[in-house]
T-cell receptor, first 114, second 114 residues
């Protein structure tokens, strides 16, 4: 079981509200990721970080922002939630061993914007 | 265009039966292929990883095969159990290190009935 945590697990919120999805890992991994996953669809990378004070946008355009002030913490923020943001958000961290990267995923946050 | 295609999209089998899931990819260069199991409402968990030189890898009742020439992989589940009900995701990396990019399939939704 990976030591990566996400809160909240479920969130129902009204349009226009600001929300922050929390992600933390205790494995000391430098690289962390945020993915968006809709039912029956593939994971889409929306943000990633190589380490403290490093953040990059992923492949899928997202109105969310992230920060990486501490190694273990990688929160994702939506300034003004919209129904189109309804989805599952998965956080992951990774390590490299024997030349291969292994990603560890959190349990996800299911977001519903009304 | 780098892609990962999985089939079937969904599969229902009876408890105790075997099944095989397919993954075809066009990712190049190729570093490794990983199969993940994602239970409903949870994050993906790695089952197997195979590099270019590996043809088969087992993890308990799960056996993955890789044909790097035809760019095909399969995941065989033996003597299925109810707990095998999940989405199985094929992920291909173009570089093994944390600088690599991951390409996700949409998954095969497996349901095991008693």
């Amino acid at each position: 079981e990976a030591d990566i945590y996400q809160t909240p697990r479920y969130l129902v919120i009204g349009t226009g509200k600001k929300i922050t999805l929390e992600c933390s890992q205790t494995m000391g991994h430098d690289k962390m990721y945020w993915y968006q996953q809709d039912p029956g669809m593939e994971l889409h990378l929306i943000h990633y970080s190589y380490g403290v004070n490093s953040t990059e946008k992923g492949d899928l355009s997202s109105e969310s922002t992230v920060s990486r002030i501490r190694t273990e913490h990688f929160p994702l923020t939506l300034e003004s939630a919209r129904p189109s943001h309804t989805s599952q958000y998965l956080c992951a961290s990774s390590e490299e061993a024997e030349g291969q990267e292994t990603q560890y995923f959190g349990p996800g946050t299911r977001l519903l914007v009304l | 265009k780098n892609q990962v295609e999985q089939s079937p999209q969904s599969l229902i089998i009876l408890e105790g039966k075997n099944c095989t899931l397919q993954c075809n990819y066009t990712v190049s260069p190729f570093s490794n292929l990983r199969w993940y199991k994602q239970d409903t409402g949870r994050g993906p968990v790695s089952l197997t990883i195979m590099t270019f030189s590996e043809n088969t890898k087992s993890n308990g009742r799960y056996t993955a095969t890789l044909d790097a020439d035809t760019k095909q992989s399969s995941l065989h589940i033996t003597a299925s159990q109810l707990s095998d009900s999940a989405s199985y995701i094929c992920v291909v990396s173009d570089r093994g290190s944390t600088l690599g990019r991951l390409y996700f399939g949409r998954g095969t939704q497996l349901t095991v009935w008693p």
